[in-house]
Nanobody, 118 residues
Framework: QVELAESGGGLVQPGGSLRLSCVAFGSIFGTYVTGWYQQAPGKQRELVATFSSGGGTNYADSVKGRFSISRDNAQNVVYLQMNSLKPEDTGVYYC????????????WGQGTQVTVSS
């Protein structure tokens, strides 16, 4: 029902910025939560930020004040603006769309690599 495509990753120096994009192909409606996850090699995929259908946002403590999630409703795009990047931010970032109502579903993109290094 929904396909996701991430882009915007790359190699940046500590303190730099990146803006990740997630384009959703399909009908987005009802009650849902869209989020960005980070997965470092050998580690669990961890939640970074979420944007809910009600307009609320939530962030992991490690990125508060540095990252910002937003949505362009007209274009069906979710963004993750990443500022003041740290080496610990390195990993593959995945876009996730979890639809709760009326048709439950859990959708993932292919991921985009973010590397923060000097």
């Amino acid at each position: 029902q929904v396909e996701l495509a991430e882009s915007g990753g790359g190699l940046v120096q500590p303190g730099g910025s990146l803006r990740l994009s997630c384009v959703a192909f399909g009908s987005i409606f009802g009650t849902y939560v869209t989020g960005w996850y980070q997965q470092a090699p050998g580690k669990q995929r961890e939640l970074v930020a979420t944007f809910s259908s009600g307009g609320g946002t939530n962030y992991a403590d490690s990125v508060k004040g540095r990252f910002s999630i937003s949505r362009d409703n007209a274009q069906n795009v979710v963004y993750l603006q990443m500022n003041s990047l740290k080496p610990e931010d390195t990993g593959v970032y995945y876009c996730n769309h979890r639809q709760i109502f009326p048709n439950p579903g859990d959708y993932w993109g292919q991921g985009t690599q973010v590397t923060v290094s000097s």
